[in-house]
């Protein structure tokens, strides 16, 4: 399974931007898809959840400012952030997580996230 971000880019402080994760298979074989994001010197950080049945979960961090969704047609799941901040700076992950058949934990190569102030 492949996954492949892209939408990162340098943006101002307000701004918003829209993530961009396609997997190389049919993403409803996946439990759940989400976004991770790490920055510098710090931990990977939950940021976004979404079901196979379409339920969404966020931290409080970013609830209220990004938005998970997801395109089946085009195994494809978005992250929209709006009203970024120079902490949402980061480097920005699509993960897959399947629990049935083939079961296994996908991550993609990540995306640059860059919010000035």
């Known amino acids: 399974v492949q996954l492949v971000e892209s939408g990162g880019g340098l943006v101002q402080t307000g701004g918003s931007l829209r993530l961009s994760c396609v997997a190389s298979?049919?993403?409803?074989?996946?439990?759940?898809m989400g976004w991770y994001r790490q920055a510098p010197g710090k931990s990977r950080e939950w940021i976004a959840t979404?079901?196979?049945?379409?339920?969404?979960a966020y931290p409080p961090s970013v609830k209220g400012r990004f938005t998970i969704s997801r395109e089946n047609a085009k195994n494809t799941v978005y992250l929209q952030m709006n009203s970024l901040k120079p902490e949402d700076t980061a480097v920005y992950y699509c993960k897959a997580d399947a629990y049935e058949s083939n079961p296994g934990t996908y991550w993609g190569q990540g995306t640059q996230v860059t919010v000035s102030s």
């Open positions: 298979e049919n993403i409803l074989r996946f439990n759940t």
């Open positions: 979404i079901t196979q049945g379409g339920s969404t």
